[in-house]
């Protein structure tokens, strides 16, 4: 099943970020494909690379950045979100890219199913 | 699904238009969606009643009033709005206290509009 993945909340503040890593993780392994997640109001925040969780926390940052290079899942940061939090090229992790509205949409429409984290 | 197919969007707002973000950059992907020619309705629900409340005022709280683009939605071809009869009657509120025609509906029969949807987004 092709899944796109909708994430509206900031990292730690909130468990939105890693339920849907979670989710993600899990249904690669049972054979999905992630068409794209995509990072809207607070969850563009997850984007950051300038994030520094204590030792013994896990880095939500960088465990997005690794699904992106070990399964090539497009991560998707909302530009007019972005803007509005401070959040532009300069800061982004790898494997994030800065984009706007309709690839959520365009993602909702050719995807099986589109998940929504948050609130 | 294919270039060019359309898709049943729905759009739950369920938060108060002030206090938190969620409903005005929600409205931003119900205006992009209408872009992409998909077939998009609308429903309020908990405290996204709210949001269509006639005569907001946010002066004092030095927001942006961005109700009145409820009413532009009718211009994007976004005029399937629902609101939840139980949300709006447990706020005592009417349909006369909304700034749009919105067909008031009760929450079984907003499940079943939900049930028939392709793309279910909720803010």
């Known amino acids: ?119 | 699904m294919e270039a060019g197919s359309v898709r049943k969007f729905m759009f739950v707002n369920r938060k108060a238009p002030y206090g938190t973000i969620y409903a005005l950059e929600g409205l931003e992907v119900v205006l992009i969606s209408a872009a992409f020619d998909q077939d998009v309705s609308l429903a309020f629900l908990d405290d996204g009643v709210y949001q269509l409340l006639k005569g907001q005022d946010t002066k004092a709280i030095e927001e942006k009033n961005f109700s009145p683009t409820y009413r532009a939605l009718e211009d994007y071809d976004v005029d399937k709005l629902f609101v939840e009869r139980e949300s709006l009657e447990a706020r005592g509120l009417t349909p006369a206290d909304l700034l749009v025609d919105a067909k008031v509906v009760p929450a079984a029969e907003l499940a079943a509009l939900m049930d028939s949807t392709d793309v279910l987004i909720s803010f």
């Open chain 1, 1 to 119: 099943m092709k899944i796109g993945v909708l994430v509206n909340e900031g990292p730690y503040q909130h468990q939105a970020s890693d339920s849907a890593y979670l989710f993600c993780r899990a249904a690669i392994e049972a054979g999905h494909e992630i068409d794209r997640v995509f990072f809207y109001h607070d969850g563009v925040n997850n984007a950051t690379r300038f994030t520094e969780p204590p030792q013994d926390d896990r880095n939500v940052v960088v465990r997005w950045a690794k699904l992106a290079e070990e399964h090539g899942v497009d991560l998707v940061v909302c530009v007019a979100a972005a803007l509005r939090r401070g959040i532009v090229d300069d800061v982004l992790a790898k494997g994030f890219r800065i984009s706007g509205l309709g690839q959520l949409v365009e993602s909702a429409i050719r995807s099986d199913r589109l998940v929504v984290f948050g609130d």
